[in-house]
């Protein structure tokens, strides 16, 4: 896969992940367990910059260079 994920959407990505983190000490354990596979998610496709949902809707978040 090449990448679709922009630096915008990468660090948007990675806040909300870091978020979901903290948020895990807060709540109950069902919630936790969700907002840590959230997380994942979110921290890997960041890292990678690829995200399938942005192949599947044909969009992408890169920079284009005119």
Known sequence: MKKNIGKTDMTVRLVLAALLV???FFVGKITGL???ILAIILAVTALTR???IWYIFRTDTL???E
Do not use: A
């Open 63 to 65: 920079d284009k260079k």
């Open 50 to 52: 690829t995200c399938p």
């Open 34 to 36: 969700i907002f840590i």
């Open 22 to 24: 903290i948020l895990y």
